[in-house]
């Protein structure tokens, strides 16, 4: 019996030839490849886009030179254009590629809604695009991966609906009545995804380009970080193990090691990883009590991430041989592997005595990049190499360059990494050395960053080698698919109800996996509850962000500043968080407290020190040094890889935006007598008078409205609300 596949589609995809077998009634229907398809080329698109920024900004940290002299292309700026390019581009297409693909074949369904995956696919890209353009030009709220202003928050929040949407949909239509492992992991993501975006979004517009976060200093450091780990957890490692579970075994032959460790694995894991965000806070003005609870699950998470490592490695029983033979299995290897150093090296970092070395320094870099090149980037490539040949109905190009790309791509990774380990060991050790007389031993803090600089160099070379096994892949799916042709409806059969064949369809778990309802409001529970227990006492409890009279909400001028330092990206190069660490009482000050950051709207305590703390930098330096070191770094600092900035000296202060955020903060919480409020602009341009003034008698003029002016005068207003130490910062 013939079929025409365009009319069938046009009226009804999911149910064409209902005929009987001596299984039952069966349907024909058409599995919905071109969407993976899509997907899969915008993976391999902004991949090579977010890594060609990512071996870029490599090389400008080693070379000013390499900030290419604009605002726009600055290391403070583009960086986080890398980070939400591969984590939300490259890596959030791979997610969607595999899980349409799989979620059709797991459900024996079409997706729910064609017209809903196009409203996914196309919103997804114009998110990045927004990305694109908005960050270069400094929209930013500076919060590690959540930098995107408000507007585009809500348009991600609707467009991860949609994906929801679609999904549960095609859960509620499945002819396979049982939810296989990679399902249970694809709905926790979604779940928790989205209680993550909303709750750390809670901003509040000042126009279209400029929002203040709705939390300040230490709550939103919390609630940043809870944000921020879960990110990696619920972005970078759930869904990834979803698709794991369905591609791994697919490519090897093999079933599952364990289906009840698969079960441990996801409960424990969703359960534990949301606790473990305040490890990212150790040491800091978090209370004690929230920094332990951070550290003992993070502990914890050991077991879990590892029970996801072996129950992966372990399907691999049997069908190591063709591990030697079989690329797409030679990626899967390391991606796991990769993924088990990572959870490992993870809870050792949150042991305060590593994390006392480790925090502030490349080791983090490090750490974060074996998961992200190794775990995310080489089970994307598996994938791809996996699903092109299926998709064109054709042979995989070229084997051979396929290998190749893995050999180039497990040695960008070594040359990424063991520089960067090397760097963040030998930063953290610099920082913390004293003399016999009881000095610091580098007490000039451009000491310790011209002593990695060669290892910056190495970083960068490790990048180019893993772009270039990147665009060997291009080639290769290029040639696959030209070899083939799209089989962009793929026809296949199956009972209406497709009867359960688990070995385990009497086992307690059974009746969750039958139920996405119950898995949904299961998985929900378990983990809305690590963060309730961390958030509610921290918020709620006074005395876990005890005030300090002295601390007085920024002046007109001030504020503006501080906004110019979000903008041009200062916080991911300087933190503004003393430890109370002898080594660092002594360089800058002392240590930082609670109460100090209290209209802080968002927290600036950063998480990188390419260049030394500034919390204490108020009133260190004179005005002219600041127009000189922001002018041109290496007059003041010889060897500084710190870019110039000659922008601010030209451009003036928008004072049409400065009452609307007093308003706003005020709304927030923060004392602003209304009187200021009306005379904002008044006040700001008398204190900016008197910082020209103090400048014009070192011999230097420039206009009270530049932008250098209201930067100088928040750089000299951090610190200096309590009582500090008189020692010289030295950079």
């Known amino acids: ?273 949301i606790w473990a965000g305040p490890h990212h806070l150790l040491y800091t003005s978090l209370p004690d009590w929230a920094q332990s609870l951070g550290v003992v699950f993070s502990i914890m998470l050991l077991a879990p991430s590892w029970g996801g490592m072996i129950n992966g490695l372990l399907t691999l029983r049997g069908a190591w041989d063709k591990v030697r033979v079989e690329p797409v299995l030679k990626f899967m290897v390391v991606a796991i592997t990769a993924y088990g150093m990572a959870t490992f090296e993870g809870p050792m970092l949150s042991l305060k005595n590593v994390n006392a070395i480790a925090h502030f320094t490349d080791w983090i870099v490090a750490h974060v990049h074996v998961g992200a090149l190794g775990w995310n980037g080489f089970l994307t490539f598996a994938m791809l190499y996996w699903l092109f040949p299926r998709l064109y109905k054709t042979e995989l190009f070229s084997k051979k360059l396929a290998n190749t790309h893995f050999w180039l791509g497990t040695l960008g990774i070594l040359f990424y990494a063991i520089p960067m380990y090397w760097a963040g060991f030998t930063q953290g050790l610099m920082w913390q050395q004293f003399t016999a007389e009881g000095t610091l031993q580098y007490s000039n803090f451009l000491e310790t960053v011209l002593q990695i600089v060669p290892m910056y160099y190495l970083r960068g070379i490790g990048g180019v080698f893993y772009l270039s096994g990147v665009f060997l892949m291009v080639y290769n799916l290029y040639k696959t698919a030209k070899s083939g042709t799209l089989v962009a409806n793929e026809r296949t059969e199956a009972p209406v109800i497709v009867p359960t064949v688990s070995n385990n369809a009497g086992h307690w778990h059974s009746w969750i996996e039958k139920r996405p309802t119950q898995m949904a409001i299961f998985a929900t529970v378990a983990i809305l509850i690590g963060g309730l227990v961390e958030f509610i006492p921290a918020f709620v409890i006074k005395s876990n962000v005890p005030t300090i009279a002295s601390v007085k909400p920024y002046t007109s001028l001030e504020l503006q500043g501080r906004d110019l330092y979000i903008k041009e990206g200062c916080v991911n190069c300087h933190t503004q968080m003393v430890r109370p660490f002898r080594s660092e009482t002594e360089r800058y000050g002392e240590y930082s407290k609670a109460g100090e950051f209290v209209y802080d709207h968002n927290f600036l305590w950063g998480s990188k020190r390419t260049g030394p703390d500034l919390h204490r930098v108020g009133g260190k330096y004179p005005h002219s040094w600041h127009y000189h070191h922001m002018m041109d770094p290496t007059s003041m600092s010889p060897g500084s890889i710190m870019p110039a900035y000659p922008w601010l000296f030209e451009q003036e202060v928008d004072m049409s935006t400065t009452e609307d955020k007093l308003k706003v903060l005020k709304k927030l919480g923060v004392p602003y007598e209304d009187e200021y409020i009306a005379n904002a602009n008044e006040e700001l341009m008398k204190q900016a008078n008197g910082v020209a003034a103090d400048l014009a008698k070192e011999g230097i003029e420039v206009k009270p409205e530049a932008e250098i002016v209201a930067l100088i005068a928040y750089l000299q207003r951090l610190g200096t609300d309590i009582k500090v130490k008189t020692e010289e910062v030295v950079e």
């Open 1 to 273: 019996m013939s079929t025409n596949v365009a009319e069938v589609l046009e009226n009804a995809p999911d149910r064409v030839i209902p005929k009987g077998t001596d299984r039952g009634v069966t349907d024909t229907f058409f599995y919905d490849n071109k969407i993976v398809r899509d997907f899969g080329i915008a993976t391999v698109f902004w991949g090579i886009a977010g890594m060609l920024i990512g071996v870029i900004i490599a090389f400008q940290l080693a070379n000013p030179d390499m900030n290419m002299g604009t605002q726009y292309t600055t290391f403070g700026r583009v960086r986080p254009l890398h980070t939400n390019a591969v984590i939300f581009a490259f890596v959030g297409n791979a997610i969607f590629m595999g899980v349409y693909y799989s979620l059709q074949r797991l459900c024996k369904t079409r997706m729910y809604s064609d017209k809903l995956s196009k409203i996914n696919f196309w919103g997804w890209q114009l998110i990045i695009v927004a990305a694109v353009i908005t960050l270069p030009l400094g929209m930013t709220t500076s919060k590690e991966y959540a930098e995107l202003e408000w507007p585009i928050d809500i348009a991600i929040t609707l467009i991860w609906v949609v994906f929801g949407w679609n999904m549960f949909g095609t859960l509620a239509k499945r002819r396979e009545k049982h939810m296989y492992v990679a399902i249970w992991f694809y709905i926790a993501t979604f779940l928790t995804v989205a209680v993550l975006h909303i709750v750390n979004s809670y901003e509040m517009p000042v126009n279209l380009f400029k929002s203040y976060s709705g939390y300040a200093g230490v709550q939103d450091a919390l609630v940043q970080w809870w944000y921020g780990h879960n990110a990696v957890a619920f972005f970078l490692t759930t869904p990834f193990l979803g698709l794991m579970y369905y591609f791994l075994p697919k490519a090897a032959n093999r079933p599952v090691y364990s289906y009840r460790l698969s079960i441990i694995h996801f409960w424990s894991l969703i359960f534990i990883y």
